[in-house]
């Protein structure tokens, strides 16, 4: 099984969880004209079997699910090394909803009521990550392998489960060399302009970049904070 999602070249697979059905045909028709295969699911326990089953490229998964709630399909999903990108859906706006989504690994979280344009716009963005720059060769620091092509991560010789989003902002740090990266500069080159949100996501991804890669997180030796700027990437 291909965790990260359908081969290239295939069409790529969005599969949505939402129980609300006007919701759900909306995104269905949207994303088919957009040219994607769309796989559906009304509550949280056939989502989770969906995602298991027909490795989507990326999930567009709502929060206030029936049974099993999206936050809880999240974890998981992440905690099994599934890495395709998801994207939250939830009614709720508030910070604590927002940060709980990205802390659990989703890449992306829009507020209801969402519009059609500027989703999609999301999933576009989600799916060709890591596709517009020229790959890098591969860095070795400490225990840790980089492999840019391969958009891989290997700790002590074991490959690490990594998300996109997660590899990409790490990929920023890699490309500075040592220099420091503002919080607003990763944001600008992993989810765009046109992108709303807070120094928090970026701090919410280093902290999960640390608890994968360095052998202690609360005292990294590669992913350092600069402060009043935002992070570094020490190779030595």
Request: charged letters at 25%; aromatic letters at 6%.
């Amino acid at each position: 099984m291909n965790r990260a999602g359908a081969p290239t070249g295939a069409a790529r697979r969005v599969l949505v969880v939402e129980d609300d059905s006007s919701i759900r045909l909306g995104l269905r028709i949207n994303l088919e004209s957009e040219g994607y295969e769309v796989i559906l699911a009304d509550d949280g326990t056939k989502g989770l079997l969906l995602a298991r089953t027909e490795s989507p490229d990326l999930i567009i998964l709502d929060v206030m699910l029936p049974g099993t709630n999206g936050f809880e399909v999240l974890q998981t999903l992440r905690a099994s090394g599934y890495t395709m990108p998801i994207i939250v859906l939830s009614a709720k706006s508030g910070e604590l909803d927002k940060v709980t989504g990205l802390e659990l690994g989703a890449e992306d979280y829009v507020a209801k009521p969402f519009g059609l344009a500027e989703l999609l716009a999301r999933v576009r963005a989600a799916l060709r990550r890591g596709h517009s720059q020229p790959p890098l060769a591969t860095l070795e620091f400490g225990s840790i392998l980089v492999d840019p092509a391969a958009r891989r991560v290997f700790r002590d010789g074991v490959a690490v489960d990594i998300t996109a989003t997660e590899f990409d902002v790490l990929m920023v740090l890699v490309s500075a060399k040592g220099k420091a990266v503002s919080r607003a500069a990763i944001f600008r080159t992993v989810w765009g302009e046109k992108h709303h949100g807070t120094p928090r996501t970026i701090d919410n991804f280093v902290q999960q970049l640390r608890s994968k890669l360095e052998k202690d997180p609360q005292a990294p030796e590669h992913i350092q904070t600069v402060r009043g700027i935002g992070y570094r990437l020490d190779t030595k």
